[in-house]
């Protein structure tokens, strides 16, 4: 089997800033593995926070032997970027060769259209009124937050959108005091969920207190192995291909969340729809699906992935699976 990495560049619409920084483009890893007839390929987003580069990762996947199966890639690699790419590529490659869907491979329905978030950046309270106004007709808008300022934000949002769903993203941006003081303000707000408060290693705080609204873990889930540390502080698993290390590990996280009781969101990088394209399986049954990445760029991969009035709609065969 051949396998092949390349970086790409896809330009966002607009620039997209969370409590980490900022971006004006999608940097992301192609992968293609080929048995000689078939080819099948895979997207990974390398992420600075998980200490992965564009160079680390291709490095990562240029080591891999030509005879590598999916099984072994499993113990080969870590949970990270550069599995996910190889593996869902690899799920592409095992679809066309059997001339069937990912999802009759795996024994599951045909995925039905899903309602995704549409993310906020973080700004001024201003510009993100502004913002939340221009998108008040969609069901869900996940706000970028993370600043000890971020009340007026928070305000800012529900004035642009009164009336639309709303789940905010700290990204490890506040401390146990900043959490503590907003809130109650975000339950006052309507705010449906609030995802990964405080750093991960720095949460225990999340055990000892009550959570009237529900807490998701994002920098703390990784894979299975990160569900222990979870108990007891969360209520929900964001699951995302680029953490799990791909399609494999994350259905078996999945069900092993569920098993413990979890809730669920699926979650992705900001990438194209080849990088959404495995997660509309995954997201199947999920309490909130944040899958917008396509939204958010000025190009994207042809085919690309449906949006429409119904949700987001599973892949064509020409784009993956």
């Not at 190009?299 to 892949?315: C, I, M, S």
Request: glycine letters at 8%; a negative charge.
């Amino acid at each position: 089997m051949l396998i092949k990495v390349k970086a790409e560049t896809f330009r966002l619409a607009e620039t997209f800033t969370i409590s980490r920084g900022s971006r004006d483009a999608a940097e992301v890893l192609t992968v293609t593995v080929s048995d000689g007839v078939v080819t099948g390929r895979g997207e990974c987003v390398p992420y600075a926070r998980y200490g992965e580069t564009l160079a680390s990762v291709m490095d990562e996947i240029r080591a891999l032997p030509e005879t590598i199966t999916r099984p072994a890639l499993q113990e080969t690699l870590p949970a990270g970027a550069a599995r996910n790419a190889v593996d869902c590529a690899m799920w592409d490659l095992e679809a066309k060769q059997a001339g069937k869907r990912v999802w009759d491979i795996v024994g599951v329905p045909a995925p039905a259209a899903l309602t995704t978030a549409f993310t906020l950046s973080l700004d001024t309270p201003e510009n993100m009124e502004k913002s939340a106004a221009r998108h008040s007709s969609r069901p869900l808008l996940k706000i970028k937050l993370g600043t000890p300022d971020d009340m007026a934000r928070l305000e800012a949002v529900r004035r642009g959108a009164p009336e639309t769903d709303i789940i905010v993203d700290a990204n490890e941006g506040w401390t146990a005091d900043i959490y503590a003081d907003l809130a109650p303000h975000l339950i006052r707000l309507g705010v449906l969920l609030v995802e990964q408060p405080l750093p991960a290693g720095a949460d225990d705080m999340l055990a000892e207190i009550e959570r009237p609204l529900p807490v998701c873990a994002d920098e703390s889930c990784h894979d299975r192995a990160s569900l222990p540390g979870l108990a007891g502080k969360y209520d929900i698993a964001n699951i995302k291909l680029d953490k799990t290390g791909g399609l494999t590990e994350a259905l078996a996280l999945k069900d092993a969340a569920l098993a413990e009781g979890y809730g669920l969101m699926i979650g992705c990088m900001v990438g194209t729809s080849l990088a959404m394209a495995p997660a509309t399986l995954l997201a199947q049954g999920a309490a909130f699906v944040d899958l917008d990445g396509p939204l958010l760029l000025a190009e994207d991969r042809n085919p690309p992935l449906a949006y429409d009035k119904a949700g987001l709609h599973a892949p064509v065969a020409a784009l993956w699976g």
